[in-house]
């Protein structure tokens, strides 16, 4: 069977480019979104991720991955970065760069954990924290491309202050069903109690097993291996998840 091409060829997504940063867009208190402009990018597919490297004066060099988080547009891309404790890139790329700043990009990098268009099964997305990014990044792409693939979003954040993409998602998108689950705090009108995700959540939010919905889960290791094993527990067949997952430094 004939299997869909990853945009760019090997040796283009190994290339390390410039990108400048064209515009930035505060997502909370500890988040912000970076539009960057890459002339020649090869394209994404929704679900990649690409690699950032910054360079000090002294010579010292640094990188790490980051998920796409906007829909395949020509040479623009939008990457979500989340500040973590202790991080030197990501507290830098969300405090201190600006619009005109330039960084180093290569990618996009990633075959599995990815959403095509093609695709007209049931999608179940499951989102830990910034996990989110590149499940927001197929949300994207399947509304840029039309399709009609019906989509379900279960999205834990510790308390609301923590929700990224707030107005895109209260606004909806056709075809889009989004469940909101608090592991700290929730809102006064939220009709589940904080709590970690759990099997019931999955059932009440999710498809149905014989739905065969595809289901992609991404977010800190513990929470995607935990709801990684609850679908299967439920029903959902193994190779059915795809899974993406952070260590507890967000690398």
């Known amino acids: 069977m004939a299997r869909t091409a990853v945009p760019g060829r090997l040796g283009d997504r190994l290339r390390w480019r410039i990108a400048e940063v064209t515009g930035r867009r505060v997502e909370s208190a500890t988040a912000v979104t970076l539009t960057l402009d890459l002339p020649g990018w090869p394209g994404h597919l929704a679900g990649q991720h690409v690699d950032v490297r910054l360079t000090a004066e002294d010579g010292y060099s640094t ?11 020509g040479q623009s ?10 991080g030197e ?40 924290g910034s996990g ?11 509304e840029a491309a039309g399709s009609r693939a019906p989509f379900r979003l279960l999205y834990a954040a510790r308390t609301p202050s923590d929700l990224l993409y707030r107005s895109e998602l209260r606004q909806g998108a056709p075809g889009l069903d989004t469940t909101y689950l608090y592991s700290r705090e929730a809102p006064k009108d939220s009709p589940r109690p904080p709590g970690r995700i759990a099997p019931e959540d999955l059932v009440r939010g999710g498809w149905p097993p014989d739905f065969e919905p595809t289901c992609y889960v991404c977010g800190p290791t513990a929470f995607v291996e ?25 690398g």
Do not use: I
Not at 63 to 73: H, I, K, L, V
Not at 231 to 250: C, I, K, N
């Open 63 to 73: 990188q790490r991955s980051y998920s796409t988080a906007s829909a395949p547009n």
């Open 89 to 128: 890139v990501s507290r830098y790329l969300v405090d201190e760069l600006v619009p005109g700043d330039q960084l180093e990009l290569r990618g996009p990098v990633g075959g599995w954990f990815v959403w095509r268009q093609q695709q007209t099964e049931p999608v179940l997305l499951v989102a830990g």
């Open 226 to 250: 935990k709801t990684a094993a609850y679908l299967v527990l439920l029903g959902h067949a193994p190779e059915r998840v795809r899974t993406e997952r952070f260590g507890d430094s967000g």
């Open 77 to 86: 891309l939008d990457l979500t970065v989340q500040r973590t404790p202790g």
């Open 132 to 142: 989110l990014v590149p499940l927001m990044c197929m949300v994207r792409a399947r």
